[in-house]
Structures are given as structure tokens and as C-alpha cells.
T-cell receptor, first 110, second 116 residues
Framework: QKEVEQDPGPLSVPEGAIVSLNCTYSNSAFQYFMWYRQYSRKGPELLMYTYSSGNKEDGRFTAQVDKSSKYISLFIRDSQPSDSATYLCAMNTGGFKTIFGAGTRLFVKA | EAGVVQSPRYKIIEKKQPVAFWCNPISGHNTLYWYRQNLGQGPELLIRYENEEAVDDSQLPKDRFSAERLKGVDSTLKIQPAELGDSAVYLC??????????????FGEGSRLTVL
């Protein structure tokens, strides 16, 4: 079993839809939770970063962490074609080894 | 501010040939990482440097992979000889985390390797 599980998709939604992306994990010691966005043939870029449980909002993006369920989510409101990318969840314990999910490919259709 | 710079962007070689990738991190970032990303997978850590010192190379296949970070700035990752299974994107990342790592990594665009 992988430490971090993420549905690879692809996920296809119409423009303007609310998108929900999720990851589950097994290591209860994870404290820092990140979402990276990766466009085709580009490197990942950090979207959201959350410490421990709770919600964090940044514009159209909301990250949620539920440590009791070992479940994290990223919501994208009013999705745009420019949001089409692969979304990677990532987490670490506060050390330097960050574990990434496999990524979910998202397509937003105009 | 310039981001993490990697070269070459693309490399095609035949198996058993050597290959090298270069990375220039963000100025002032003392921590440098090399990751490998296979198709359809997330990045996996190969090696981490703190300044000039390789502090975590537990996932680096040392029989054929080597890395160096001279003067604590630029870094080179080498594969010799390359195997078919080495085809992947090699990502360099840097961070300025001191002490506890929050996972905020800054990635380059990657070097895509194809081994024929």
C-alpha cells in the first residue's frame, strides 16, 4: 500500500463547475499538506499549503485537511480551462522527505 | 526573481550511454533536491543536498547514478550507463526551509530523458 493514494483520473468537467480533488494517506505523522499543480511538460508549482487539520482558502481554491480520516481535499470553484492540469497532493512529517501522490489529471472544457 | 533552471530540457540517448543533467537553484536556497518522475506518477526523491552535503541519498541507485553540488550552488546528476528503465523526467527543486521542512518546494521545468 502506498503512503499516499490519489485517483489518477482523468477528471473532465465543464467550465464553471466545482471541482473536488482528493487524497488519502496512511502515515498519521504527516503534518504538512500541499497541493501542487503541474502543467504538461512543466515542473510542479505549489498551489496551497496547510499545516495540520482545517481549511485554507485562496481565491477560487480551498484546501481541506481531515487528519482523523487521513483525507485531504482541494476544491476549485468556477473552474476555468486554464485550470486544466495535473494536481499532485503532497505531504510530510516536518522532516525533509515529502511524499507525493500520483496526481489527478483535470480537464476543464470550455 | 529567477526560478530553478535545468538543462537540457530533453535528452534522447541509447542504452548504456552516459547522460548528465544540470540544475541552478533559486538564489539563496540552501536545500537542493533531485526528483525522478515516471509517467503517470508523482515525483520521487533521489537525493537531497544541504549546501554542499548530500544528506539523504538513500533512494539514489548508486551503482549507476551520481550527483554533486559544488560550492553549494549548482548541481549535476549523472547516469552511467543509462538503462531503458531510466526514461523519466528528472526534476530539480530547491527550498529555503531552515529547520522544520514545510514541503514548499520550487521546481524547475525538468529534464525529460528517453533511453532507446
Amino acid at each position: 500500500q502506498k503512503e499516499v493514494e490519489q485517483d489518477p483520473g482523468p477528471l473532465s468537467v465543464p467550465e464553471g463547475a466545482i471541482v473536488s480533488l482528493n487524497c488519502t494517506y496512511s502515515n498519521s505523522a504527516f503534518q504538512y499538506f500541499m497541493w501542487y499543480r503541474q502543467y504538461s511538460r512543466k515542473g510542479p508549482e505549489l498551489l496551497m499549503y496547510t499545516y495540520s487539520s482545517g481549511n485554507k482558502e485562496d481565491g477560487r481554491f480551498t484546501a481541506q485537511v481531515d487528519k482523523s480520516s487521513k483525507y485531504i481535499s482541494l476544491f476549485i470553484r468556477d473552474s476555468q480551462p486554464s485550470d486544466s492540469a495535473t494536481y499532485l497532493c503532497a505531504m510530510n512529517t516536518g522532516g525533509f522527505k515529502t511524499i507525493f501522490g500520483a496526481g489527478t489529471r483535470l480537464f476543464v472544457k470550455a | 526573481e529567477a526560478g530553478v533552471v535545468q538543462s537540457p530540457r530533453y535528452k534522447i540517448i541509447e542504452k548504456k550511454q552516459p547522460v548528465a543533467f544540470w540544475c541552478n537553484p533559486i538564489s539563496g536556497h540552501n536545500t537542493l533536491y533531485w526528483y525522478r518522475q515516471n509517467l503517470g506518477q508523482g515525483p520521487e526523491l533521489l537525493i537531497r543536498y544541504e549546501n554542499e552535503e548530500a544528506v539523504d541519498d538513500s533512494q539514489l541507485p548508486k551503482d549507476r547514478f551520481s550527483a554533486e553540488r559544488l560550492k553549494g550552488v549548482d548541481s549535476t546528476l549523472k547516469i552511467q550507463p543509462a538503462e531503458l528503465g531510466d526514461s523519466a523526467v528528472y526534476l530539480c527543486a530547491s527550498s529555503s526551509s531552515v529547520g522544520r521542512n514545510t514541503g514548499e518546494l520550487f521546481f524547475g521545468e525538468g529534464s525529460r530523458l528517453t533511453v532507446l
